[in-house]
């Protein structure tokens, strides 16, 4: 089945840095990559996603890149803030309809004033 | 934005009792999804749930776990027996529309269940 790598692990930045979260999944019939947030104690928040027709996608001070033919994502982050920090999650989901979302293991990005 | 509430937050029970997980979902989405997340991995897809049916499920999602949602009410999780191997964190989610692709799921905080 799909399988979804997330690198680094974990990130320590200064505020206003920029970051890079990469993603890599296994599966060529992947059709959409959302991302989800989650905050210390909080639930999952979905903050960006894209879907495998498009190469960019941007909100706000996030972008998200995707190759499909490395079966590549990458979420960078600008002018980061101490409440970016979070565990960031990468997904993946093929084209059966009923988002059976396989998820990395996160990346755990923790923004210092 | 929209909440998934879930009930409880923590669960402590002894092995082979039954224990039921509840969620309430966003009051108008349709489908309804478990995940399970034990500590220090990834989490992963047990089940989705639409129109009182199960639409697909996990290897996870064994012969002992079930889930229904009776009249509109809690989405349930429910596992009888329960075993040392289900201790974990069991997040539920839901979604509007029709379980197309791209549908955003909304994710509650997770129930904390230990099996001791």
């Known amino acids: 089945g799909e399988q979804v790598e997330q690198l680094p692990s974990s990130l320590i930045v200064q505020e206003g840095a920029s970051v890079l979260i990469n993603c890599s999944y296994t599966d060529s019939a992947s059709v959409y990559f959302p991302w989800y947030k989650q905050e210390p104690g909080k639930r999952l928040q979905f903050i960006i996603d894209i879907r495998s027709n498009m190469e960019r996608k941007q909100n706000q001070r996030l972008t998200l890149l995707f190759d499909k033919k490395t079966k590549h994502l990458s979420l960078h982050i600008t002018a980061t803030q101490p409440g970016d920090s979070a565990i960031y999650f990468c997904?993946?989901?093929?084209?059966?309809?009923?988002?059976?979302?396989?998820f990395g293991k996160g990346t755990v990005l923790l923004v210092s004033p | 934005g929209p909440k998934v509430l879930q009930i409880p937050s923590h669960q402590i029970i002894d092995m082979g009792q039954m224990v039921t997980l509840n969620c309430d979902p966003v009051?108008?989405?349709?489908?309804f999804y478990w995940y399970k997340q034990i500590l220090g991995q990834q989490m992963e897809f047990l089940v989705n749930?639409?129109?009182?049916?199960?639409?697909?499920k996990s290897k996870l999602f064994k012969d002992q776990f079930s889930v229904e949602r009776p009249d509109g009410s809690y989405f349930t999780l429910k596992i009888q027996p329960t075993a040392l191997e289900d201790s974990a964190v069991y997040f539920c989610?839901?979604?509007?529309?029709?379980?197309?692709?791209?549908?955003?799921?909304?994710f509650g905080s997770g129930t904390r269940l230990t099996v001791l």
């Open positions: 989610a839901s979604s509007l529309d029709q379980g197309a692709v791209a549908e955003t799921l909304y």
């Open positions: 749930f639409y129109n009182g049916k199960v639409m697909e």
């Open positions: 997904s993946a989901s093929g084209d059966s309809g009923y988002n059976k979302l396989t």
């Open positions: 009051s108008n989405h349709l489908y």
